[in-house]
C-alpha cells in the first residue's frame, strides 16, 4: 500500500503557472505508475497525466498536452505536474493516483491509491 499527499495548489491568474507535487509513502515508490486527475464543481473526475515508475514513459490527455508536465524524482518518492499558461477552466480539485498493476487504463478505474487532493483556482 501507498500513500499519498498532493501539495502546492492555490490561486493563481489567468496564464499564470503552478507545480503540484504528490508525496508517497510506503512501499517502494518505483514500482507505481502515477497519474494525475482534476474534478471539477459538479463534473466527473478527469484523467489529466500519467508516468511509468521509471519516468521513461509520459501520456497526457489534450485538454493539458502541451500545458502541462509530468515528472518524478524515486529518490524522493514524489511525482510533480508542472502546469503553464493556466486558464479559468483549469479549476479544480487535483489529485494524484497511484497504479500497481500497470493498467495504462488512463480513467480512475485504473489506480488504486488516491491523494485527499490539492485545489487550484483560477482567475480571469
Known amino acids: 500500500q501507498v500513500q499519498l499527499v498532493e501539495s502546492g495548489g492555490g490561486l493563481v491568474q489567468d496564464g499564470g503557472s503552478l507545480r503540484l507535487s504528490c508525496a508517497a509513502s510506503?512501499?517502494?515508490?518505483?514500482?507505481?505508475?502515477m497519474g494525475w486527475f482534476r474534478q471539477a464543481a459538479g463534473k466527473e473526475r478527469e484523467f489529466l497525466a500519467s508516468i511509468t515508475g521509471g519516468g521513461a514513459t509520459t501520456y497526457y490527455a489534450d485538454s493539458v498536452k502541451g500545458r502541462f508536465t509530468i515528472s518524478r524524482d524515486n529518490a524522493k518518492n514524489t511525482v510533480y505536474l508542472q502546469m503553464n499558461r493556466l486558464k479559468p477552466e483549469d479549476t479544480a480539485v487535483y489529485y494524484c493516483?497511484?497504479?500497481?498493476?500497470?493498467?495504462?487504463?488512463?480513467?480512475?478505474?485504473?489506480?488504486?491509491?488516491w491523494g485527499q487532493g490539492t485545489q487550484v483556482t483560477v482567475s480571469s
Open positions: 510506503g512501499r517502494t515508490f518505483s514500482n507505481y505508475d
Open positions: 493516483a497511484a497504479d500497481q498493476y500497470h493498467r495504462f487504463i488512463y480513467s480512475p478505474r485504473g489506480y488504486d491509491y
